[in-house]
């Protein structure tokens, strides 16, 4: 199966919170990221929590990191509709190979 | 300070042709990356390289695929004789070399190539 797994689809409501959750498999996963890809445009780095670390708040963005279970979430607080995109979540290892492996992508959508 | 720069954005190619794609990395990044995005697809990783070295090319299809990163200009991804399953958006990052003041090995993307095979 893939290395990084992703719903592929969440809708909330404007004003709502919304909570993209991902899992990986590599243990040895050093950092994991967020990033957003809005229509027709790259990724934007949202941001990132080293594996050492269980929560990293920025702004309406709240990462949670379970280790033991190989679990990320990303929640949005006071979900707006320019918060309409796609997520990614990615990990890496800096002690090995640090290619990041992607996961397929969640698309959010924000409707009134 | 500028971000990754992709050109072209979209790029249009008929069978049998060949596709040249441009990224210029980020000031101060000497390692960039190769990533193709298939419609409805997460990203799959092609290529990694630095300057005037390839050192990752596990993604990369074993014909018609090139890429390069000399010593002076932008990295180039080279596609010869095109095909439709080639069409694609491909998405260059750039990133600090491992083990610079700060580094996270993060990797910051560039807005795209949208490549279309007729």
């Known amino acids: 199966g893939e290395d990084v797994e992703q719903s592929l689809f969440l809708s909330v409501r404007e004003g709502d919170s919304s909570v993209i959750n991902c899992t990986y498999t590599?243990?040895?996963?050093?950092?994991l990221y967020w990033y957003k890809q809005e229509p027709g445009a790259g990724l934007q780095l949202l941001t990132y929590?080293?594996?050492?670390?269980d929560m990293k708040q920025d702004q309406r963005l709240t990462v949670l990191l379970n280790k033991k279970d190989k679990h990320l979430s990303l929640r949005i607080a006071d979900t707006q509709t320019g918060d309409s995109a796609i997520y990614f979540c990615?990990?890496?290892?800096?002690?090995?190979?640090?290619?990041?492996?992607f996961g397929r992508g969640t698309s959010l959508i924000v409707h009134p | 300070n500028a971000g990754v720069m992709q050109n072209p954005r979209h790029l249009v190619r008929r069978r049998g042709q060949e596709a040249r794609l441009r990224c210029s990395p980020m000031?101060?990044?000497?390692?960039v990356y190769w990533y193709r995005q298939l419609p409805e697809e997460g990203l799959k990783f092609m290529v990694y390289?630095?300057?005037?070295?390839?050192?990752?090319e596990s993604g990369m299809p074993k014909e018609r695929f090139s890429a390069e990163f000399p010593k002076e200009g932008p990295s180039i991804l080279r596609i010869q004789q095109v095909v439709r399953g080639d069409s694609a958006a491909y998405f260059c990052?750039?990133?600090?070399?491992?083990?610079?003041?700060?580094?996270?090995?993060?990797?910051?993307f560039g807005p795209g190539t949208r490549l279309t095979v007729l």
């Open positions: 000031k101060g990044h000497s390692h």
């Open positions: 590599d243990s040895s996963s050093t950092y």
């Open positions: 990052a750039s990133s600090r070399p491992r083990g610079a003041m700060g580094s996270t090995d993060t990797q910051y």
């Open positions: 390289l630095q300057k005037e070295n390839i050192i990752d």
């Open positions: 929590i080293f594996s050492n670390m």
């Open positions: 990615a990990e890496s290892f800096s002690g090995g190979s640090y290619i990041p492996t």
